[in-house]
């Protein structure tokens, strides 16, 4: 049987950034021919960065792209790898891109993945399962692909498919089996969410069954706006045995030899496969010679806990939204609570002490623990630590208007707010919020006050998980011989605005092991009423809660987006209504 030396380059690539994807793809190659790869994989949409939303019906931005992909490929001979078949995700279109329901039937947009070899492209296929669940609508910009592009690679017949198409039944893995492929490689741009992991390998090992043929899964890492992308890439083979796997959230060169079965003659045309697609074959010439040496990075990497899994994500997309976006630092208000002080050590992990700037703002309502907190946190983790008293702004406006109630400990919130815009308008900062989803979920916040900024870290993140990964990150700190980043006191004290003398959370919502199953039920498993109650939730805390859920959408859509970690996401996977008169108790 032949063997082939896969590479697969789980790389980092930025949306739009078709000159710098490109650079990424022939450093890594290099990579890959250094280790002896004899066929290489990038993840889906490579050149473009992904997704693209609507810069799919820019026709200048269709056209760059086809045109970075012939430049690469000629780019790829010039450095002395034409050789090395490359296969590489872009964006293409047979027909002006435009929203494919007012298309010419067949053409438009396409999701595209190229085979590069000798300086020019040796086979194409298009992404033939578009999903349009959750926070992709790729029906709406792409036009579906109607073959399966079979490439005789070193003697071994290799299907090309990309992403969506592993996660439904049939189509090309039902037709890879029938066109008698040995192995497929399938390109991803697949999202994080937790425990995703757990979901991809059984999956994997399906479709390899379905197939009857090894396959080759290379994941995206990188964050993109409100999605992190965390890598995964693995081979398993026919029978399901996992052969190598990448870790996740970091760039990996995962190379591994595979025993692949030889391609057969086939006497007469292939007839109509799976879904009515058609195969088209095409044949690479001459390959790298075959490797000596063992392939150096081919292991099988195993997942971690849940809240490191977590923790990774959070840091990878809080990087790459400022790094991509070309900030120079972040600014964020230190309370002493739980949730800035979660937010501040990310900042510290995602970039540094030198480029997060914390403010305690301190009211005549603010505890002197609470202040001691802040202090101690910015002592252990090193940040730029500035105090600006709110009191004094706070006076003046009462002394021009007259305010009572929750309005003057809303002022008090949009006062912070102010403050630190003005830091970041006259130093450049971005401003991070530090809401969580259980607050965002109920509305507990104040427009234009704690809720203002550009990004919020902790944005899918429920309030019970953000003291797990709080004690998480502190541990992992302990058993690293380092100092734990987040004070005690912030982790074990009520959790609490501040807005008022003696004001706890708990004066508002329930208690959050309670008020948190009831969000989870409701926002991620779309429970209803009768749904809560039927799992043991009281029916009275259950109609409150969702009163509170419901009446706060008009929040939820002006508030900064946030790296998704789950599989309901605010923003990008829940929308509803904000003139909405459907209650659950109605």
């Known amino acids: 049987m032949p063997t082939l030396r896969l590479a697969l380059c789980q790389v980092n690539p930025t949306v739009g950034d078709l000159a710098g994807n490109a650079g990424l793809v022939r450093s890594w190659s290099r990579q890959a021919a250094e280790s002896g790869a004899q066929l290489v994989a990038f993840p889906e949409m490579m050149l473009t960065g992904y997704p693209v939303e609507d810069l799919v ?43 494919s329901g007012d298309a010419e039937p067949g053409r438009g947009a396409r999701n595209a993945a190229a085979l590069l070899h000798h300086g020019g492209i040796a086979a194409t296929y298009f992404k033939h399962h578009l999903p349009n ?39 090309p893995f039902a037709a890879a089996r029938q066109a008698g492929v040995g192995l497929v490689l399938n390109i991803n741009g697949s999202p994080y969410e937790l425990n995703k992991d757990d979901i991809r390998l059984p999956l994997v090992r399906r479709r390899a069954a379905e197939a009857g043929a090894t396959i080759a899964y290379v994941n995206m890492i990188g964050g993109q706006d409100e999605l992190v992308f965390e890598g995964d890439s693995m081979i398993v083979t026919a029978d399901g045995t996992l052969l190598a796997r990448a870790p996740q959230f970091v760039e990996h060169l995962l190379v591994h030899d595979v025993e692949l079965p030889a391609a057969q003659e086939r006497p007469g045309p292939d007839h109509e496969l799976a879904d009515g697609l058609r195969v088209v074959r095409a044949e690479v010439g001459e390959l790298p010679p ?36 070309r900030f120079p630092s972040v600014v964020l208000g230190l309370s002493g609570g739980i949730d800035s002080a979660v937010v501040a050590a990310l900042s510290v992990d995602a970039l540094g002490p030198d480029r997060v700037v914390g403010v305690s703002l301190p009211s005549q309502h603010s505890s002197e623990h609470s202040r001691e907190d802040a202090a101690e946190l910015a002592k252990r983790t ?13 006076d003046t406006f009462l002394a021009n ?38 607050e965002l979920a109920v509305g507990y916040s104040t427009l234009y006050g704690d809720s203002v900024g550009g990004f919020n870290p902790v944005k899918d993140v429920w309030k019970t998980l953000i003291w797990r990964l709080a004690k998480w990150r502190n541990a992992d700190a302990t058993r690293r011989g380092e100092t734990p980043p987040i004070p005690e006191n912030s982790i074990g004290k009520p959790p609490s605005a501040e807005l008022s003398p003696g004001q706890l959370d708990s004066d508002t919502l329930p208690d959050y092991d309670v008020l948190d199953p009831i969000l989870i039920g409701y926002v991620d498993g779309d429970l209803g009423r009768d749904g809560l109650v039927g799992s043991g939730h009281d029916p009275a805390v259950v109609d409150r809660v969702l009163r509170m859920v419901d009446t706060a959408e008009y929040k939820r859509r002006q508030s900064a987006p946030g790296t998704k970690i789950s599989m309901k996401a605010f923003g990008r996977d829940r929308r509803l209504p904000i003139t909405n008169r459907w209650r659950e108790d109605s």
Request: charged content about 20%; proline content about 5%; overall charge negative.
């Open 57 to 99: 019906f820019r026709r200048s931005f269709v056209a760059a792209s086809r045109a970075a992909l012939e430049r690469l490929a000629a780019d790829l001979a010039s450095d002395g790898l034409g050789e090395l078949p490359v296969l590489v995700g872009y964006l293409d279109a047979d027909g002006p891109p435009q929203v």
């Open 133 to 171: 669940y959750g926070v992709f609508d790729e029906d709406r910009y792409f036009v579906p692909g109607d073959m399966l592009t079979v490439v005789r690679v070193g003697g071994v017949d290799v299907a090309l498919t990309i992403c969506e198409d592993l996660w439904q039944a049939g189509g």
């Open 290 to 325: 075959a490797p000596t040496g063992p392939a150096a990075t081919g292991g099988v990497i195993e997942p971690v806990a849940d809240e490191a899994e977590v923790w990774q994500a959070l840091v990878l997309g809080l990087r790459d939204y400022v790094n991509k976006n």
């Open 382 to 394: 090193g940040l730029d630590y500035r105090t600006e008293p709110i009191q004094p702004m706070v």
């Open 401 to 438: 208007m007259s305010l009572s109630g929750v309005t003057v400990e809303n002022l008090q919130a949009r006062v912070r707010g102010v403050v630190l815009m003005a830091l970041s308008n006259q130093e450049g900062h971005l401003v991070l919020t530090t809401g969580n989803k259980s």
